[in-house]
């Protein structure tokens, strides 16, 4: 991780760096904007679960965890490893307002954090692997009052069967098998289903050298217009009128 963050930050541009309008608009007013307000309830929520020493037995159907690689693990653990942080919720929050998306599709609950700051300002559909967490999650979406279409099982199965027959595609987030076979077979429905000016973000796409090749692969598929390396996260816009290019950012 450690040279792959090297790698990154060598090739990586600023605003100078940019000469694409769309991507410099981008970066001004998405990725470099202000940090806005946290919700105090579910930040409430995540510094209980950050206590909870209750044991979770995860179904894990992707590639694990680096950090608590056994199935048996602690919520307090998954909500410190799984949970995206503030950063990434919020800028995820900004993404979806700046771009006026109204329907989100949220591959991987875990918990509900994340999914929750996305149905303050959305409709959320969210699918979910292992059980227990779903249900977890689904606790959190009941104490905070939020409506979420939440599905629970394996994406192999969920999206072949599903993702057609979805009423609108506006943006997907993609946190769940971090394997190289999975997330091309993945992206793949994805992209087969996204309508034009949708987005997706691929998140840890420098998780391992795998998730590395896979998403050096994406970035050549000839349906992304525009695709975008923040590190931490992955994002590709499908958008007609748009010359293709590739952008790694600071």
Same mark, same amino acid.
């Given at each position: 991780?450690?040279?792959?963050?090297?790698?990154?930050?060598?090739?990586?541009?600023?605003?100078?760096?940019?000469?694409?309008?769309?991507?410099?608009?981008?970066?001004?007013?998405?990725?470099?904007?202000?940090?806005?307000?946290?919700?105090?309830?579910?930040?409430? +929520?995540?510094?209980?679960?950050?206590?909870?020493? $209750?044991?979770?037995? #995860?179904?894990?159907?992707?590639?694990?965890?680096?950090?608590?690689?056994?199935?048996?693990?602690?919520?307090?653990?998954?909500?410190?490893?799984?949970?995206?942080?503030?950063?990434?919720?919020?800028? *995820?929050?900004?993404?979806?307002?700046?771009?006026?998306?109204? $329907?989100?599709?949220?591959?991987?609950?875990? +918990?509900?954090?994340?999914?929750? /700051? =996305?149905?303050?300002?959305?409709?959320?559909?969210?699918?979910?692997?292992?059980?227990? %967490?779903?249900?977890?999650?689904?606790?959190?979406?009941?104490? =905070?009052? =939020?409506?979420?279409?939440?599905?629970?099982?394996?994406?192999?199965?969920?999206?072949?069967?599903?993702?057609?027959?979805?009423?609108?595609?506006?943006?997907?987030?993609?946190?769940?098998?971090?394997?190289?076979?999975?997330? %091309?077979?993945?992206?793949?429905?994805? %992209?087969?289903?996204?309508?034009? /000016?949708?987005?997706?973000? #691929?998140?840890?796409?420098?998780?391992?050298?795998?998730?590395?090749?896979?998403?050096?692969? +994406?970035? $050549?598929?000839?349906?992304?217009?525009?695709?975008?390396?923040?590190?931490? *996260?992955?994002?590709?816009?499908?958008?007609?009128?748009?010359?293709?290019?590739?952008?790694?950012?600071?």
């Amino acid at each position: 991780m450690a040279g792959a963050y090297v790698r990154y930050w060598l090739k990586s541009k600023t605003a100078h760096g940019i000469h694409s309008p769309f991507v410099y608009d981008f970066y001004q007013n998405v990725w470099k904007a202000p940090q806005g307000e946290v919700d105090e309830a579910i930040e409430r +929520i995540r510094q209980r679960t950050r206590q909870d020493p $209750q044991q979770i037995l #995860v179904t894990d159907l992707g590639a694990g965890s680096t950090h608590t690689p056994e199935r048996l693990r602690s919520l307090a653990a998954i909500t410190q490893y799984s949970a995206k942080s503030i950063f990434w919720v919020q800028f *995820m929050t900004r993404l979806v307002q700046y771009y006026g998306f109204h $329907q989100v599709l949220d591959l991987g609950t875990s +918990i509900g954090l994340t999914t929750s /700051y =996305l149905a303050r300002i959305a409709e959320v559909t969210t699918v979910e692997g292992c059980p227990t %967490l779903a249900a977890i999650a689904q606790d959190h979406f009941e104490e =905070l009052n =939020l409506t979420v279409a939440q599905h629970v099982g394996n994406l192999d199965e969920w999206l072949p069967e599903h993702l057609p027959n979805l009423p609108s595609l506006e943006v997907v987030i993609l946190d769940a098998n971090h394997q190289y076979e999975p997330t %091309l077979q993945y992206v793949d429905l994805i %992209l087969e289903n996204l309508p034009p /000016y949708g987005c997706l973000l #691929v998140d840890d796409i420098h998780w391992s050298k795998a998730m590395e090749k896979a998403w050096n692969k +994406i970035t $050549q598929d000839e349906r992304v217009s525009v695709s975008i390396d923040l590190f931490g *996260m992955g994002i590709l816009f499908v958008r007609p009128d748009q010359a293709k290019e590739h952008f790694i950012l600071r």
